[in-house]
């Protein structure tokens, strides 16, 4: 039965979706800051194949479609491994995997903003690798990266919206549900929109005060 009104079921309806758009995205930031940093420390530490095999890995990932990624892995993957797949875990693996590549990418270039004098300095005084990333590496490619960071996060949140076309009931999805019920497009594609609008300015405000906290902190205080 098609109803041309709304009801006060669609609000929860929109609600189920705009949670499971948040869970996603909060998931696969995690997991993809977790192996982007990994990769990247690979390469700091110049690891022997491993280093190499992450930088083609963030390469494939960052330079091909993510809706063809996401096709992939829910539809090759199960096939290939001879296992199952619901669409949730194929967008969990493929944003994840996505959000990696370009984390990859931020860090390294965090790390080599760094003057490799401050480098050299520090290991003149003793300072083994480890305590040269932890103390002077780490403190100034943070501030560097938290705004390049803030750039994809916001783009990633556009990117789950993708994961509808595999049958993930996410905001997007429930924004086609409501369009095909009530024949309102103008009505509920905006306000898919504006929810969408609202999560991107309150990432891009909280990593805008993280960067100005990390860069009061790396500040040259004198002597």
């Known amino acids: ?80 491994l001879q296992t199952d797949l619901t669409p949730v875990e194929a967008a969990l693996i493929t944003l994840s995997g996505n959000t990696a590549a370009f984390v990859y990418v931020i860090a390294v270039s965090a790390i080599e903003s760094v003057g490799r004098d401050q480098l050299e300095t520090a290991r003149v005084f003793g300072l083994s690798r480890w305590q040269c990333l932890r103390h002077v590496v780490t403190p100034q490619a943070a501030a560097f990266g938290v705004g390049p960071l803030a750039g994809l996060l916001v783009n990633q949140l556009q990117v789950t919206s993708l994961i509808s076309v595999i049958g993930v009931v996410d905001l997007t999805k429930v924004g086609a549900i409501l369009n095909l019920r009530t024949l309102k497009p103008f009505i509920v594609w905006t306000v898919i929109g504006l929810l969408y609008y609202l999560m991107a300015r309150l990432i891009a405000a909280s990593c805008a005060r993280a960067e100005a906290r990390l860069r009061v902190h790396t500040e040259w205080k004198g002597l």
């Open 1 to 80: 039965m098609r109803y041309a009104e709304f009801t006060p079921h669609d609000l929860l309806l929109l609600l189920q979706g705009l949670g499971v758009s948040v869970g996603l995205f909060a998931a696969t930031t995690v997991i993809g800051l977790m192996l982007g940093l990994a990769w990247a420390l690979l390469r700091y530490y110049r690891t022997p194949l491993l280093a190499p095999l992450a930088a083609l890995l963030a390469e494939l990932l960052k330079n091909s479609p993510v809706l063809v990624q996401l096709f992939l892995v829910f539809f090759g993957l199960p096939v290939l």
